[in-house]
């Protein structure tokens, strides 16, 4: 009987440890696991306040273009102050179609929202052209 004591004992002396390290492993495992679902959940999140932004950049740029750049174009009115009110205004239209996260998203991901905001104007207007000049050719 004492030998199956002292081995009992012996074991409960390894196990306990090993399970504990066991454990630890574990909890360390789904620790990070949960970090980078996290993380990755984060970036698909900024993703479509994103893509939010680039749908109110194309909508102010067609909804200026109807409304500031039609009919004026051509005209005496069309000069770089005019171009630059009407730059503004499409930046102007893009900010006030965003919700407040998507703000944010954009200060999150771009260190100057202002730059974003004029490169994807001007983005957003050169695909305009490009389609209006296909639309010629049909």
């Known amino acids: 009987m004492e030998y199956l004591d002292?081995?009992?004992?012996?074991?409960?002396?390894?196990?306990?440890?090993?399970?504990?390290?066991?454990?630890?492993?574990?909890?360390?495992?789904?620790?990070?696991?949960?970090?980078?679902?996290?993380?990755?959940?984060?970036?698909?999140?900024?993703?479509?306040?994103?893509?939010?932004?680039?749908?109110?950049?194309?909508?102010?740029?067609?909804?200026?273009?109807?409304?500031?750049?039609e009919g004026v174009k051509g005209t005496d009115e069309w000069t770089e102050e005019y171009i630059k009110e009407v730059l503004e205004s499409a930046k102007a239209r893009t900010l006030a179609g965003l919700t407040q996260s998507a703000r944010w998203a954009l200060m999150e991901v771009y260190a100057d929202v202002d730059l974003w905001l004029d490169t994807k104007i001007h983005s957003e207007l050169e695909e305009l052209k490009r389609r209006q000049a296909s639309e010629g050719e049909d």
């Open 6 to 69: 002292i081995l009992k004992e012996g074991l409960g002396v390894l196990i306990i440890p090993v399970l504990g390290a066991i454990a630890g492993i574990l909890v360390s495992l789904l620790n990070k696991g949960f970090a980078e679902w996290q993380r990755k959940n984060e970036w698909q999140v900024l993703d479509s306040y994103i893509e939010e932004a680039k749908k109110s950049a194309q909508e102010a740029v067609q909804a200026v273009h109807q409304t500031l750049v």
